[in-house]
């Protein structure tokens, strides 16, 4: 549907709707549930290096506002999603784009797993998973540094062909200048936010409910946190930008739109109901008619200039 239409970075996208990277893990699970390629686009979850198995259980658990996850960039490591997953993907949906999400704990992770998912065609974008603690500098997390920021994307971007988006952490006092930073290293885009951390403890054990101790907060309650924030960086920044967090309906969606984004990520919502992100696809034409909206393309002119 034309008017659903949007781009980013170059790359046409047929609706807006797609994802969060580890809530579809590859893909096949999800296409039992719903049609995958109905989908604008698919963000895999993030793939580093080698495998990891990930932290111990549980993992997850449910908060009077939302979910708490600590699953610890489980994945089955590049050489794997090269060789069976994003195969998988390019035979059963050729032409659904998928936005390949790269993790790692060294400079030199990132940018040797980033090369290597750029190699397959059917990955358009890659996105950056900064949420993650950099071991050369003493376990914080690489996106809560501008100048690391700065220097790990230009490298991402030296060493690729596609379009790279910075995947912003919230955890942090101020978000624009993490945003600048990720445009001063050549982003094509920013993709935000990632969870904030949170923590839940249960009174009979008086021990946290993750094993991790603390976890990411998604879901509703941190929707007016990304709006925010979206927002504060759309005054400082042309890049294109996903909005994440908090989206059930498609009213949550233009909402973004309104805040600055160009597509939007799917993530809580699709653990309660697993159809949530081709619901909203379905459901944005008639709230798009509500609001007097045209097309996704004429609301981002329209928001943008």
């Given at each position: 549907?034309?008017?659903?239409?949007?781009?980013?970075?170059?790359?046409?996208?047929?609706?807006?709707?797609?994802?969060?990277?580890?809530?579809?893990?590859?893909?096949?699970?999800?296409?039992?549930?719903?049609?995958?390629?109905?989908?604008?686009?698919?963000?895999?979850?993030?793939?580093?290096?080698?495998?990891?198995?990930?932290?111990?259980?549980?993992?997850?658990?449910?908060?009077?506002?939302?979910?708490?996850?600590?699953?610890?960039?489980?994945?089955?490591?590049?050489?794997?999603?090269?060789?069976?997953?994003?195969?998988?993907?390019?035979?059963?949906?050729?032409?659904?784009?998928?936005?390949?999400?790269?993790?790692?704990?060294?400079?030199?992770?990132?940018?040797?797993?980033?090369?290597?998912?750029?190699?397959?065609?059917?990955?358009?974008?890659?996105?950056?998973?900064?949420?993650?603690?950099?071991?050369?500098?003493?376990?914080?997390?690489?996106?809560?540094?501008?100048?690391?920021?700065?220097?790990?994307?230009?490298?991402?971007?030296?060493?690729?062909?596609?379009?790279?988006?910075?995947?912003?952490?919230?955890?942090?006092?101020?978000?624009?200048?993490?945003?600048?930073?990720?445009?001063?290293?050549?982003?094509?885009?920013?993709?935000?936010?990632?969870?904030?951390?949170?923590?839940?403890?249960?009174?009979?054990?008086?021990?946290?409910?993750?094993?991790?101790?603390?976890?990411?907060l998604s879901g509703k309650a941190i929707h007016?946190?990304?709006?925010?924030?979206?927002?504060?960086?759309?005054q400082h920044t042309k890049l294109p930008i996903?909005?994440?967090?908090?989206?059930?309906?498609?009213?949550?969606?233009?909402?973004?739109?309104?805040?600055?984004?160009?597509?939007?990520?799917?993530?809580?919502?699709?653990?309660?109901?697993?159809?949530?992100?081709?619901?909203?696809?379905?459901?944005?034409?008639?709230?798009?008619?509500?609001?007097?909206?045209?097309?996704?393309?004429?609301?981002?002119?329209?928001?943008?200039?």
């Amino acid at each position: 549907m034309e008017r659903l239409a949007v781009n980013l970075a170059g790359v046409t996208f047929k609706n807006p709707v797609m994802p969060a990277s580890g809530t579809a893990a590859y893909g096949q699970t999800m296409a039992q549930q719903l049609a995958l390629g109905d989908l604008g686009g698919l963000v895999i979850k993030s793939t580093t290096a080698q495998p990891r198995v990930g932290n111990p259980r549980p993992t997850t658990a449910v908060t009077s506002a939302g979910w708490l996850n600590a699953i610890g960039l489980k994945n089955p490591g590049i050489e794997n999603v090269l060789a069976e997953k994003l195969p998988w993907l390019a035979t059963h949906y050729p032409d659904l784009p998928v936005v390949g999400s790269v993790a790692g704990n060294t400079f030199d992770e990132y940018v040797t797993v980033a090369q290597q998912m750029a190699t397959a065609p059917n990955v358009k974008l890659l996105e950056i998973n900064i949420s993650c603690p950099n071991v050369d500098h003493g376990g914080l997390a690489f996106g809560t540094d501008p100048a690391v920021v700065e220097a790990l994307t230009r490298q991402i971007v030296t060493a690729v062909d596609k379009p790279v988006f910075m995947k912003l952490t919230p955890n942090v006092t101020a978000i624009v200048p993490i945003a600048q930073a990720a445009e001063a290293g050549g982003a094509a885009g920013l993709t935000m936010i990632n969870t904030l951390t949170g923590m839940g403890i249960d009174l009979q054990t008086r021990q946290p409910i993750l094993a991790h101790g603390t976890g990411g907060l998604s879901g509703k309650a941190i929707h007016p946190l990304a709006v925010r924030m979206i927002h504060e960086v759309r005054q400082h920044t042309k890049l294109p930008i996903i909005g994440v967090g908090g989206v059930f309906t498609p009213a949550d969606v233009l909402e973004f739109y309104l805040a600055g984004a160009n597509a939007v990520q799917v993530g809580a919502a699709t653990y309660g109901q697993p159809t949530a992100c081709t619901d909203i696809i379905a459901g944005l034409p008639a709230a798009m008619d509500q609001y007097g909206i045209t097309s996704l393309t004429q609301l981002i002119s329209e928001v943008q200039g």
